[in-house]
T-cell receptor, first 112, second 115 residues
Framework: LAKTTQPISMDSYEGQEVNITCSHN???????ITWYQQFPSQGPRFIIQGYKTKVTNEVASLFIPADRKSSTLSLPRVSLSDTAVYYC?????????????FGTGTQLKVEL | GAGVSQSPRYKVAKRGQDVALRCDPI?????LFWYQQALGQGPEFLTY????????KSGLPSDRFFAERPEGSVSTLKIQRTQQEDSAVYLC?????????????FGDGTRLSIL
């Protein structure tokens, strides 16, 4: 499984755009990049998934360069409620299930 | 509710006791996963079910850990002769398919404390 590296923590203020970058130098050809968000005392929640270029949904954007060795989760105009741990995961979609390998994640703290 | 439900939310047991943790996945979800999350760490995979079949139990830390999903829906994670190092949050997740193409939906976990 590809190993990921992301910052341990980040601080931001309400209304700013936050970009969290994840490195995955050993990503395999059939690996996808997935981001999860976790609030205290809750289970992780799927945010976004991508393979290459750019993916956007109602809550975030995911930028993946051509070499796919890194990816950036972009959260537009964060609010206090975006304070959470964000996990970057890399893995392929193989038959028989797709167990997720989490790292320690990035603790995002949003302040007024 | 439509989400993954886990019970109990909190469990306190004395060392040596057996515990059973329950997971109600989203209806119709084929895949079910159990993860263990220590304080300050990301979740770690324990075991995976495809319907009632346990296809991967490579993450179970010892033979004291046992999981079942007899009818392909509700699952139970049992820990026998609990030890203090078993204290953690146990998360259950389910997914619609068995090919890893759909995201996993997590419950809010059971926080297990072993005294």
């Amino acid at each position: 499984l590809a190993k990921t590296t992301q910052p341990i923590s980040m601080d931001s203020y309400e209304g700013q755009e936050v970009n969290i970058t994840c490195s995955h130098n050993n990503i395999a050809t059939n690996d996808y990049i997935t981001w999860y968000q976790q609030f205290p005392s809750q289970g992780p929640r799927f945010i976004i998934q991508g393979y290459k270029t750019k993916v956007t949904n109602e809550v975030a954007s995911l930028f993946i360069p051509a070499d796919r060795k890194s990816s950036t989760l972009s959260l537009p105009r964060v609010s206090l409620s975006d304070t959470a741990v964000y996990y970057c995961l890399v893995g392929n979609s193989t038959g028989g299930g797709n167990k997720l390998t989490f790292g320690t994640g990035t603790q995002l703290k949003v302040e007024l | 509710g439509a989400g993954v439900s886990q019970s109990p939310r909190y469990k306190v047991a004395k060392r040596g006791q057996d515990v059973a943790l329950r997971c109600d996945p989203i209806s119709g979800h084929v895949s079910l996963f159990w993860y263990q999350q220590a304080l300050g760490q990301g979740p770690e995979f324990l075991t995976y079910f495809q319907n009632e079949a346990q296809l991967d139990k490579s993450g179970l830390p010892s033979d004291r850990f046992f999981a079942e999903r007899p009818e392909g829906s509700v699952s139970t994670l049992k820990i026998q002769r609990t030890q203090q190092e078993d204290s953690a949050v146990y998360l259950c997740a389910s997914s619609l398919d068995d090919r890893g193409l759909q995201p996993q939906h997590f419950g809010d976990g059971t926080r297990l404390s072993i005294l």
